[in-house]
C-alpha cells in the first residue's frame, strides 16, 4: 500500500485510507520514537526543508527532529534571514529550493492556499504546515492520533472545539479529519470569531461553552490571539475568559474521562485554567510527543511514495 | 464604399424592429434599412442565419492605459471589445495617473483616435486622484469628453462628499456611476462572505458590504434629485434595494456583468485567483436574483467591468492577487448561455442590455439601427458553441474563471463606422 496524496495540504480533500494510513504509521514510529536509540535509515539520501514564513516552536523543530531521527538531509529557511526579507515571491523562492534537491518542502504561511500554489508550480511534495486560517493538518493528525491512543478510535466519540474558530487552521483541519472519521464535533466561541454557515460543515454549533462540552469525551481549546481583541471582536480577554474558559467547575459537563487538549502555546488561565492543564486528563504534553510520530510518519510515506513511483 | 448585410435577422430594439432585413452602409454610415436591398459594387456581408445587432457598448470596463500598459493598452483592449462584439467601450478611471484630469482624457481619446479599434470614452474621477477626498475638476471633464464620473475600484467612502459630488455633477448632467462598497464593512475580505469562505479560511466580503453603500447612494440620489447608476451589483438585497427605489420613482439605474449572473463563490475552489474579484462572486440564491433583476428591468445593463491582469499578479497568493477578470471576448456568450438559453431573456432584451441602454445611460449616440447614424454594428450566431479557451483571448490579461468552459453564441462581425473589424470571427485589421 502506498499513500493517495502526493502532498499533505489539508484533511477536507485528503482521502479517509490516506488519513487512516498515516495514523497507523505513526503507531510504529512512536515506538521508534520511545526506543533507546532514536535512529532509521529510512530517509537517507532524501532532503528535507522546512519553509517557515511565521514563527513557530514545535511545529517546526518536530519536522526538523522527525527528519533527522530518520536520517535525512533537512535545512531551514525563515522569512528573516533569506531572500524572502529581499522581497521575493514564495514560488520563486520555492523553485529555487526545488531545484537544489529537495524532496519535501514543509511550508508555514500565513496566508490560506499557499501551501496549494506552491503544490502547483514545484515537483517536491508539500507539507502544509500552516497556510492562514485555512489548515493545519499535521496538527488535526498528531491530535486524532492522540485520540486514538486513549480511546481507541474516533467514531462515535464526540469532541468540542471551544474558542476562536474563524481564525483558526487548527480548528478546520480538526473539523474536516474528525467528522470524516465519524466523529459527532461540538463547538463554541465569541459569535464574532465564528465563520459564516460552519454548521454546513456538519458540526453542532453552540453560544455556551456548556451547551459545547455536555457529555463530551474530548475538548479542544484553541489558542486565542490578542490582536483579535484589539480588532474588536470581543471586548477584552477577561471577559473572553469569563465565558469561554475551561476551568475545574465547567469540566464537570464533560465526560468523566474527558480529554483536554490545546495545539499550544497555551495562555494559562484565558483558555484554560491551570488547574485544568495540570490534571491526569490534560493531553497537551503528549500531544507535543505524538506530533514528532506523526511528522516521522508522514516524511516516511510520501518518500516511499516517490520509490515506488518509479520502480513503476 | 459600400457594404451590404443581407437577410439578417435584425434586432433593434430602439426602434422596435425584430425582422429579417438587409441594411446598406455608405461611407461609415447606415444608408437604408430595408428589404432585398442590392449591391453592385462593394463588400457583401451574408448574416442569413445570424441576428444583426446595434453594436454592442460596454460600460463599464478598464483599459489600463495610461500607467498599466503591462496589463492592458488601448490598441490590446480595443482590439479584445471587438472580438466581444464592442462597438463602443466606457473604460473607469484608475489608470496611473488617473482619469481625472483634462489632459488624462485628451490622452486616452488622442491614443484611442490613433490606435484604437472601437469607440472608446472615458470615464473620468469623481475626485481627485480617486482618493475620495476633494472633487475632481468636473465640469472640465465633461467638456473634455469624459462621458460619466465614478471612482470605481474604490467607493466614495464620505457621504457627505458623495452628496456634493451628486449635486454639482448634475449642473453638468454627466451620469454618476457608483463604485458601492461599505469599506467598513468589507474590511481586508477577499471573497464573499459564506460558506465557501469558511471551508477556504479566507476572508471574507459580506454581501451587505455592498448592498448598505447602495442604500446609502440611492438615497444621497433620491435627496438631491440627481441620476445616480449603481455599478456591478452582485447581491441578492442589492437587487431589492434598487427595485423598490425605482418603484418609488428614484433616478437609478444598474448594471451587473456576466459573471454575477453565470458562477458563484464555489468558483474559488482550489484558490482559484481568476474567481478572484470585486465585488466577489456571491452565492447560488444572489446569482437567482441577479437574474431575476435583469428580467424584471430592475438591471438595466450588462457591462463586462473587463479587468486585465499581468499573470504575476495572478499566480500568487490568494490573498495577495488583483482583483478582476477579463470580460470582453466572454460576455455575449455568457449571455447567450446563462440568460438566453435558459428562457430569463430573449434577444431583443440582450440588445437592450448590452447596447440600447448603456448607450443611453451615458448618453452616446449608439445603441439603435437608424439610416444616418454611424454604421456600428454586431452579427452574432446565437447557436454556435465553443469551448472558451482563456489563452486565445487577445487582451493582454488571460485571467478568466471560464477558461475550459462550453459556451454557446459567438460574434461573427464586428463593424465600428462601417469598418469591419471583425470578419467570420476574425480580427480583421
Known amino acids: 500500500m502506498k499513500l493517495k496524496s502526493k502532498h499533505i495540504l489539508g484533511l477536507r480533500d485528503m482521502p479517509v485510507e490516506d488519513i487512516n494510513y498515516i495514523l497507523d504509521t505513526a503507531k510504529t514510529m512512536k515506538m521508534v520514537l520511545k526506543s533507546p536509540n532514536k535512529k532509521t535509515p529510512h530517509l537517507q539520501g532524501k532532503s528535507i526543508v522546512t519553509l517557515f514564513y511565521e514563527n513557530s516552536t514545535r511545529t517546526r523543530v518536530s519536522f526538523e527532529l522527525a527528519a533527522k531521527y530518520m536520517s535525512a538531509s533537512s535545512a531551514n529557511v525563515s522569512s528573516s534571514g533569506s531572500s524572502v526579507a529581499k522581497g521575493e515571491t514564495l514560488i520563486d523562492t520555492a523553485v529555487t529550493i526545488n531545484m537544489m534537491g529537495a524532496d519535501i518542502v514543509i511550508l508555514r504561511h500565513p496566508m490560506a492556499g499557499s501551501s496549494h500554489l506552491l503544490s502547483k508550480n514545484i515537483n517536491a511534495s508539500v507539507i502544509n504546515a500552516g497556510d492562514g486560517m485555512n489548515e493545519h493538518p499535521t496538527q488535526a ?50 459569535a464574532t470569531l465564528l465563520p459564516k454557515e460552519l454548521c454546513k460543515t456538519g458540526v453542532k454549533v453552540f453560544s455556551t461553552i456548556h451547551e459545547a462540552i455536555l457529555d463530551v469525551d474530548v475538548i479542544i481549546a484553541l489558542r486565542i490571539q490578542t490582536e483579535r481583541q484589539k480588532s474588536g471582536l470581543f471586548p477584552t480577554i477577561r471577559e473572553y475568559a469569563r465565558f469561554f474558559s475551561l476551568d475545574e467547575k465547567r469540566l464537570k459537563f464533560a465526560s468523566n474521562d474527558v480529554m483536554i487538549m490545546h495545539p499550544g502555546p497555551v495562555n494559562r488561565g484565558i483558555e484554560l485554567s491551570s488547574s485544568v492543564i495540570d490534571t491526569n486528563q490534560s493531553f497537551i504534553d503528549r500531544q507535543v510527543e505524538n506530533g514528532v510520530a506523526i511528522r516521522m510518519a508522514l516524511l516516511y510515506l510520501l518518500t516511499r511514495r516517490e520509490k515506488n513511483e518509479n520502480t513503476n | 464604399m459600400k457594404t451590404l448585410i443581407k437577410n439578417g435577422h435584425v434586432i433593434d430594439p430602439g426602434n422596435s424592429t425584430n425582422r429579417i432585413c438587409d441594411i446598406l452602409i455608405q461611407d461609415g454610415r447606415i444608408l437604408e434599412i430595408g428589404d432585398s436591398l442590392e449591391l453592385i459594387n462593394g463588400d457583401l456581408i451574408n448574416a442569413e442565419g445570424k441576428y444583426v445587432l446595434p453594436g454592442m457598448v460596454d460600460a463599464h470596463c478598464h483599459l489600463r ?42 490622452y486616452v481619446l488622442g491614443k484611442a483616435c490613433q490606435e ?9 474621477a469623481i475626485t481627485k486622484g480617486l482618493k475620495g477626498e476633494e472633487l475632481a475638476e468636473i465640469g472640465e471633464l465633461k467638456f473634455a469628453g469624459a462621458v460619466g464620473i465614478s471612482d470605481d475600484g474604490n467607493p466614495v467612502s464620505n457621504s457627505g462628499l458623495m452628496k456634493k459630488a451628486l449635486q454639482y455633477a448634475d449642473m453638468f448632467d454627466i451620469t454618476v456611476i457608483s463604485h458601492s462598497e461599505d469599506k467598513d464593512l468589507a474590511e481586508d475580505g477577499v471573497m464573499n462572505e459564506g460558506f465557501q469562505s469558511t471551508i477556504m479560511g479566507l476572508k471574507g466580503i459580506p454581501s451587505v458590504a455592498e448592498s448598505t453603500a447602495i442604500a446609502r447612494d440611492i438615497l444621497l440620489a433620491e435627496y438631491t434629485g440627481t441620476p445616480i447608476h449603481i455599478a456591478h451589483v452582485s447581491t441578492k438585497e442589492s437587487v431589492q434595494i434598487i427595485r423598490e427605489a425605482k418603484q418609488r420613482g428614484v433616478k437609478v439605474t444598474a448594471e451587473t456583468c456576466p459573471h454575477y449572473f453565470s458562477i458563484t463563490e464555489s468558483a474559488c475552489e482550489g484558490f482559484n485567483t481568476n474567481a478572484k474579484v470585486n465585488p466577489p462572486l456571491r452565492a447560488d440564491k444572489d446569482v437567482k436574483a441577479v437574474i431575476e433583476g435583469l428580467k424584471d428591468g430592475t438591471i438595466d445593463i450588462i457591462a463586462t467591468d473587463h479587468a486585465p491582469h499581468h499573470i504575476d499578479e495572478k499566480n500568487i497568493e490568494f490573498q495577495l492577487a488583483a482583483n478582476g477578470m477579463v470580460g470582453f471576448e466572454t460576455a455575449f456568450s455568457l449571455a447567450v448561455t446563462y440568460l438566453l438559453e435558459p428562457g430569463h431573456l430573449t434577444m ?81 485589421r
Open chain 2, 348 to 428: 431583443i432584451d440582450i440588445a437592450e442590455k448590452m447596447s440600447l441602454n448603456p448607450s443611453a445611460i451615458l448618453g452616446l449616440n449608439k445603441g439603435k439601427l437608424e439610416p444616418g447614424k454611424n454604421a456600428d454594428i454586431t452579427i452574432v450566431d446565437k447557436d454556435e458553441e465553443f469551448i472558451f479557451n482563456a489563452s486565445s483571448v487577445k487582451s493582454k490579461g488571460k485571467n478568466s474563471p471560464f477558461d475550459g468552459f462550453k459556451l454557446k453564441g459567438r460574434i461573427y462581425y464586428t463593424i465600428v463606422s462601417g469598418k469591419v473589424i471583425v470578419r467570420e470571427k476574425l480580427f480583421n
Open chain 1, 141 to 190: 493528525l498528531l491530535d486524532m492520533f492522540t485520540i486514538i491512543e486513549k480511546k481507541g478510535c474516533v467514531k462515535g466519540l464526540k469532541v468540542a472545539i471551544i474558542g476562536d474558530i474563524l481564525h483558526s487552521r487548527v480548528a478546520r483541519s480538526n473539523i474536516w479529519g474528525l467528522t470524516r472519521l465519524g466523529a459527532e464535533v461540538n463547538v463554541a466561541g465569541p
Open chain 2, 65 to 106: 492605459d495610461p500607467g498599466y500598459e503591462y496589463k492592458e493598452d488601448i490598441e490590446s483592449g480595443t482590439k479584445s471589445a471587438a472580438l466581444g462584439g464592442f462597438t463602443s467601450i466606457a473604460c473607469m478611471p484608475n489608470t496611473n495617473p488617473p482619469i481625472d484630469s483634462e489632459s488624462t482624457v485628451n
Open chain 2, 116 to 124: 484604437g479599434y472601437v469607440n472608446v470614452y472615458p470615464i473620468g
